[in-house]
């Protein structure tokens, strides 16, 4: 049986991250979650270089992408991934506090999979999680030649 591809949250916020973690938590998924901080952390991530050189090879099932992070912001992240031909069919769900219809705009023409407003309260925050993670990480079927396998 193939092993679970991980799911990548990149979130500066470490309120943030503890609340997903949790709300991933009660999923029940199998999947394990890598957690970065900023923009050139998540670029690294991808590009298995620096800290994140020795990482497994493979694909996130999903990246959860904040919009406002330190060193690079989630739009030049996503702009940087959907323009790579080796990483654009990564989903990518921008997971964000911002409901200005700019950033919604721009990350849809960058090519987000999905924009997540995050609500407030951790119920309605834990549910929205709940969704999120269960559609990109079990129900959502990748593109041919991107099975899920590999654990990274």
Same mark, same amino acid.
Request: net charge negative; no cysteine; aromatic share 6%.
């Given at each position: 049986?193939s092993?679970?591809?991980r799911?990548?949250? &990149?979130?500066?916020?470490?309120?943030?991250?503890?609340?997903?973690?949790?709300?991933?938590?009660?999923?029940?998924?199998?999947?394990? &979650?890598?957690?970065?901080?900023?923009?050139?952390?998540?670029?690294? +991530?991808? +590009?298995?270089?620096?800290?994140? $050189?020795?990482?497994?090879?493979?694909?996130?099932?999903?990246?959860?992408?904040?919009?406002?992070?330190?060193?690079?912001?989630?739009?030049?992240?996503?702009?940087?991934?959907? $323009?790579?031909?080796?990483?654009?069919?990564?989903?990518?769900?921008?997971?964000?506090?911002?409901?200005?219809?700019?950033?919604?705009?721009?990350? +849809?023409?960058?090519?987000?999979?999905a +924009? &997540?407003?995050?609500?407030?309260?951790?119920?309605?925050?834990?549910?929205?999680?709940?969704?999120?993670?269960?559609?990109?990480?079990?129900?959502?079927?990748?593109?041919?030649?991107?099975?899920?396998?590999?654990?990274?």
């Amino acid at each position: 049986m193939s092993e679970l591809k991980r799911i990548l949250l &990149v979130e500066d916020s470490d309120n943030d991250v503890q609340l997903t973690l949790a709300a991933l938590e009660e999923t029940h998924l199998a999947n394990e &979650v890598d957690v970065v901080t900023d923009g050139q952390q998540a670029l690294d +991530y991808l +590009y298995r270089r620096g800290t994140h $050189g020795e990482r497994v090879p493979g694909h996130p099932a999903v990246v959860l992408l904040d919009l406002k992070l330190p060193k690079l912001n989630g739009l030049e992240v996503l702009a940087q991934l959907k $323009g790579d031909p080796d990483l654009r069919q990564i989903p990518v769900v921008m997971l964000t506090s911002s409901r200005e219809e700019p950033d919604l705009a721009r990350a +849809y023409s960058l090519g987000v999979n999905a +924009y &997540v407003v995050k609500p407030v309260g951790f119920d309605a925050f834990s549910s929205a999680l709940r969704e999120l993670g269960l559609f990109w990480a079990i129900l959502n079927q990748p593109p041919p030649g991107t099975v899920r396998k590999g654990g990274g």
